[in-house]
């Protein structure tokens, strides 16, 4: 389930799945940040590991649960794309015109 991007997930187990996954994640993080004293190269190592396994792990979830509501899994570069374009465009980080003095 994990790892496939075919089928479909409903959104409890989409939610369930994605907290699960991040509860394990979270002792390994940790491990990662006590042992980079220790040995700096095998602990930068993990932590590529473990983040590009859950990045694969959300995609899948995500395309699974676009699925699920009948949507392309297209959808996606709307939810991640676009949000990572705009500050690149000057538009996330706009400063409001008042003041506070």
Request: glycine share 8%; aromatic share 14%; proline share 4%.
């Amino acid at each position: 389930m994990l790892f496939s991007f075919a089928g479909r997930i409903n959104r409890a187990r989409y939610w369930l799945t994605g907290l699960a996954a991040g509860v394990v994640a979270m002792p390994v993080v940790v491990g990662i940040a006590v042992g980079i004293g220790r040995a700096y190269l095998l602990a930068i190592a993990i932590a590529v590991a473990v983040f590009l396994a859950l990045i694969w792990i959300n995609l899948a979830l995500s395309i699974k649960r676009l699925y699920d509501r009948d949507k392309s899994a297209w959808w996606l570069l709307l939810f991640y794309g676009v949000p990572s374009i705009l500050p690149a465009l000057g538009l996330g980080n706009v400063r409001p015109t008042y003041s506070w003095a």
